[in-house]
């Protein structure tokens, strides 16, 4: 099983500028997370799907941010315009809430807006 | 809002046991305990849960109390490896996770 996969691992760019990131959960999971990790906040729920659809997105911190689920296999995390205060470490997590629910997560996408 | 409280950080020796406590006196009845870590700024990890009774797998023990108030997670022979932020979660199944500070372990030669 190949995990959780995040793209990119690393990205740069200037104030301004749309950025996506990208998940592809674990074969069979039937729910995805969005997490945003900084020093100051550690770790914070953005977004979670169950089944494609989403069901809690009140972490999501304002209308710059969007997220879509258009398949089972396949996640973006749009920022639109991109600030500085949104540099941190994205985590996407897949889960199978029908077995013990514990999530599973990738290796992250680090974020720096300049 | 996390429904746990954990040290802010622990120590523990090289191939000693390490006990790491966290405290959810609101657990409710359908709530499960989960654990994971996190090593340097990689992703979370799940290491093991919980309903009532203990339970115990290759990377640790969990023990719970009767009135489920408390938990710890037993670590039996610590190493360097094992240095992290360790994460205490009460959830249900279907429910979003909602990770709190954590405890950051540090396992001294």
């Known amino acids: 099983d190949a995990g959780v996969i995040q793209s990119p691992r690393h990205e740069v760019t200037e104030m301004g500028q749309e950025v996506t990131l990208r998940c592809k959960p674990i074969?069979?999971?039937?729910?995805l997370f969005w997490y945003r990790q900084t020093m100051m906040r550690g770790l914070e729920l953005l977004i979670y799907?169950?089944?494609?659809?989403?069901?809690?997105d009140s972490g999501m911190p304002e209308d710059r941010f969007s997220a879509k689920m258009p398949n089972a296999s396949f996640s973006t995390l749009k920022i639109q315009p991109s600030e500085p205060r949104d540099s941190a470490v994205y985590f996407c997590?897949?889960?199978?809430?029908?077995?013990?629910?514990?999530?599973?997560f990738g290796e992250g996408s680090r974020l720096t807006v300049l | 809002d996390a429904k746990t409280t954990q040290p802010t950080s622990m120590d523990c020796a090289e191939g000693r046991a390490a006990n790491l406590p966290c405290n959810h006196s609101?657990?409710?009845?359908?709530?499960?305990v989960y654990w994971y870590r996190q090593i340097h700024s990689q992703g979370p990890q799940y290491i093991i849960h919980?309903?009532?009774n203990n339970e115990t797998n290759e990377m640790a023990s969990l023990i719970i109390t009767e009135d489920r108030k408390s938990s710890t997670l037993i670590l039996p022979h610590a190493t360097l490896r094992d240095t992290a932020v360790y994460y205490c979660?009460?959830?249900?199944?279907?429910?979003?996770?909602?990770f709190g500070p954590g405890t950051r372990l540090s396992v001294l030669p």
């Open positions: 997590a897949s889960s199978s809430m029908r077995e013990t629910g514990e999530l599973f």
């Open positions: 074969s069979g999971h039937n729910s």
């Open positions: 799907f169950n089944n494609n659809v989403p069901i809690d």
């Open positions: 609101t657990i409710s009845g359908n709530e499960y």
């Open positions: 919980g309903l009532k």
């Open positions: 979660i009460v959830n249900s199944y279907g429910q979003n996770f909602v």
